[in-house]
């Protein structure tokens, strides 16, 4: 399964929202009725780290400005407020079936 | 708390051999599968497979079927990643992830280690 992502490159201003698409080249949506799409953010010099999954369900301790949408092969994750430490790059990720493929990320950085 | 830890990082040269290790800690190791991700420099994520501890599944991705091995002692809550032949193309970092299960099936990676970075360079 091939993941693409736009846009690739994201500036952004504090205080405004932001939104990065994930695209599939099959439907992630199991019979189970759970979509097999995850979102990671990995910040400079970090590992990455979970923040959805599932689709929509935002990983612990994640806050809640961010949030993951949509379902079979469209995708958005949705940052309501960017606030200077969300710089990094943003993952998607399936997980419906091996192997397990990552977009090519999204980096987001400050205007 | 929930972590895994894995080895320093390593040095080695074109042809020789590699085995980094990941430890869990603060769970059921043998009951959550582990993936091992590679990023090569300045370059993005990359599954090359997933393994069981409690068992013996193992799915390597294709790019990566025949170029590593991976295997686990739950005995001692540890995965192992082993690199044979190295090549300069190898170099780049390695993180073991833990697969989270909420659906009942393998949700996502949810705990990642910190890295292992190698360089592979004569």
């Known amino acids: 399964t091939v993941m693409t992502q736009s846009p690739l490159s994201l500036p952004v201003t504090p205080g405004e929202p932001a939104s990065i698409s994930c695209r599939s080249s099959?439907?992630?949506?199991?019979?189970?009725?759970?979509?097999?799409l995850n979102w990671y953010v990995q910040k400079p010099g970090q590992s990455p780290h979970l923040l959805i999954y599932?689709?929509?369900n935002r990983a612990s301790g994640v806050p809640d400005r961010f949030g993951g949408s949509g379902s079979g092969t469209d995708f958005t994750l949705t940052i309501n407020r960017v606030e200077a430490e969300d710089v990094g790059v943003y993952y998607c990720?399936?997980?419906?079936?091996?192997?397990?493929?990552f977009g090519p990320g999204t980096k987001v950085d400050i205007k | 708390e929930v972590q895994l830890v894995q080895s320093g990082a390593e040095v080695k040269k074109p042809g020789e051999s590699l085995k980094i290790s990941c430890r869990g800690s603060?769970?059921?190791?043998?009951?959550?599968?582990i993936g091992w991700v590679r990023q090569m420099p300045g370059k993005g994520l990359e599954c090359m497979g997933i393994?069981?501890?409690?068992?013996?599944?193992?799915r390597y991705s294709p790019s990566f079927q025949g170029q590593v091995t991976m295997s686990a002692d739950k005995s001692i809550n540890t995965a192992y990643l082993q690199l044979s032949s190295l090549k300069a193309s190898d170099t780049g970092i390695y993180y073991c992830?833990?697969?989270?299960?909420?659906?009942?099936?393998?949700?996502?990676?949810?705990?990642w280690g910190q890295g292992t970075m190698v360089t592979v360079s004569s």
């Open positions: 393994i069981f501890p409690g068992g013996s599944d193992i």
């Open positions: 599932l689709g929509s």
């Open positions: 992830a833990r697969h989270l299960s909420y659906s009942g099936s393998l949700d996502a990676f949810d705990i």
């Open positions: 990720m399936q997980t419906l079936q091996t192997p397990f493929t």
């Open positions: 099959q439907s992630l949506l199991h019979t189970n009725g759970y979509n097999y």
């Open positions: 603060g769970y059921t190791f043998a009951s959550h599968w």
